[in-house]
């Protein structure tokens, strides 16, 4: 039966569900009632033993411990990794979405300030591929949608960006570095990009009127969209790692067959 005896195999089993006293026990034939600290310990050498010399799969192929460390971090992550040209088709794809349904409002006449169109793949592009893809978005959309279609006006766009930016950043770090959950995280962003956007206006001096009149017909409008992202926007990005995940790790079953 290779390097271990049956006997040992099942102390492998139970030591490695938690059952170490029983565990323990096994490994010592039953040859005493009181467990004792060092059959514990073999009990735990022999499950460890096991897992790093090969455990078998049902065709007989050794499972190596690299292809767990593997699949145990690319699907444990709460974000996607932002590198290979999926990836990177997938940040065109946000950049672009986050470009073209602004137009799209303004095309077909739909309330832009209440519809925060562009806030919406900045912030799923920060919980899909974490810091790096929701900067990434949040910095390149308004600035490739001034080049395309001059909005945001020139004015806005320094503050808009900042803001756009800090949304995507602040959401997928605390996604991807302290995994807090989806909904914490776009709640904060949304708090903290939104904060950096009024900063921004009143130390640029680009607000002239009436402050508060000002900021309240800015703010207010999106007010229903954000409590929608924060509400939305968590389960779309889990959907989106949970299925990227799994595609890959179809992609790498395939490999080894």
């Known amino acids: 039966m290779g ?6 195999k099942v102390a492998f089993t139970l030591s490695m569900l938690g059952y170490a006293e029983e565990a323990a026990q096994r490994s010592a034939g039953n040859r005493v009632l009181r467990v004792k600290s060092r059959d514990l310990i073999l009990a735990h050498l022999v499950g460890l033993m096991r897992f790093l010399y090969g455990p078998q799969q049902q065709d007989g192929s050794i499972v190596h411990m690299s292809d767990y460390n593997e699949s145990a971090i690319s699907l444990d992550k709460p ?3 932002l590198s290979g040209v999926r990836a990177f088709l997938f940040q065109v794809s946000f950049i672009g979405a986050a470009v073209a349904l602004p137009s799209l409002a303004h095309l077909t006449g739909a309330p832009v300030r209440y519809l925060l169109p562009m806030h919406w793949p900045v912030i799923l592009a920060g919980l899909a591929y974490g810091w790096r893809g929701g900067a990434l978005t949040g910095l390149l959309a308004p600035v490739t949608s001034y080049l395309l279609s001059g909005l945001p006006s020139p004015v806005i766009l320094p503050s808009m960006t900042l803001e756009l930016l800090i949304y995507g950043l602040v959401t997928g770090f605390l996604r991807e570095q302290t995994r807090l959950s989806s909904f914490l995280s776009v709640t904060v962003a949304l708090v903290a990009g939104r904060i950096v956007f009024v900063a921004s206006l009143l130390l640029g001096n ?3 009127a009436d402050h508060s009149a000002y900021f309240r017909a800015a703010l207010l ?4 969209a954000a409590l929608s992202q924060i509400a939305f926007l968590p389960l779309l990005g889990k959907w989106w790692v949970r299925q990227e995940q799994g595609n890959r790790k179809a992609g790498r079953l395939e490999d080894q067959e």
Do not use: A, N
């Open 221 to 224: 409008p999106g007010l229903v």
């Open 206 to 208: 680009v607000v002239t």
């Open 79 to 81: 974000t996607l990794t």
């Open 3 to 8: 390097f271990m005896e049956k006997e040992e």
